[in-house]
């Protein structure tokens, strides 16, 4: 118990970083993801191939390297980002390209007779996407979406390849240092109970939304 | 009056519809009767402006109809899934005609009382039957106060034994003075209840 006590400061510093890591990629990602779904579908055949270009190379490569590519590679091309900036950077742009792919199906599975409904409703375009199809989309990509948080927050520790330190290698570096797999034990505690509060705030936001089918 | 003339469609080369006229009369019924295959859902799309024409006129009261004089029900009513039933009809007359709060509620729940819907207000889409949802369909569209009020096979998606509710229905909608176009495949439910029915036939190709 009194090396638990003696760990926990490191540990607890590590999460910070994880943390940090999970929601600013969060915020960022579920905007930029949602744009382009959008220029996925975009009927301007120059910006649909740009923007699947991009989805072909974030889902095609590992996070692991693309991590490697912004902070060691951008800078032959002069390109310098701090390494927290270069991890969020590469969080960002891999995650959107993950909820794009969510958004899109879930766009693409409301039927054209809610547009067709709302179209002769004169409803205007944004009316009809703000009051009909996005509160439906939601709905429908919560699972998805969720799914991609959990995993967002287990990924978080590839930081360590760029030297940040988050949870994973603090419990890492304790353990080369004090030979025991205590650290690690708690890294894992520490996991489960952050996922655990994701998959309880997915529980109470479905909840929300299951006033209607 | 809504007044077609010699009305033509072709999609990528194939025709579809070829010199359908006819004029329907304020406080009318008309049902447009045909096979499937025969373009009678295309004609009720160009009628209520979800599909282009090729050639032909369509005027209602002797001038181009503008978005919102039609209203539609469709084949599988289309209600919007993610509001309840109140705000299903209230949504598109507070948005668009910038109806009150009261206004829209006031209308909407008179509507439901005309369509034996009382009751089922909060109701959400997925808790409703076939026919609750038609009449849902029918008092949304009729809150935008329609000139015409178009349906798309309004018996195809209910049981065999509410045919004859609907009929009742229609004629009921008929006394308040409401003009309506029904497409169906239907020919017992057309002439029972039309003022006037049309034929369409599919075009053969070429």
Redesign the interface.
Known sequence: MEYVGQIMPALLAGTWMTVRIFFWTLILALPLGMLVSLGEMSKIKPLKWLVEFYVWIMRGTPLLLQLIFVFYGLPILHIVFPRYQAALLAFVLNYAAYFAEIFRGGLQSI?E??Y?????????RW?TMS??II??VV?IVLPSIFNEVINLIKDSSLVYVIGLGDLLRAGNVAMARDVTLVPLLLVGVIYLAMISLCALAQKKIEKHYS??? | MLEVKKLAKAFNGRQILKNISFTLNDGDILTIVGPSGAGKTTLLRIIAGLETKSSGEILIDGKEPTSGQVGVVFQDFNLFLNLSVLANITLAPQLVLKESDREAKKQALDLLKQLQMTGHEAQYPYQLSGGQKQRVAIARALAMKPKILCYDEPTSALDPELRQEVEKMILGLKKTGLTQLIITHDLTFAENVADQVLRVKPLSEG
């Open positions: 039927s007779g809610q067709e409904a709302a179209l002769v409703l004169r409803l205007s009316q009051k009909i509160p439906q709905k006033y209607y089918r």
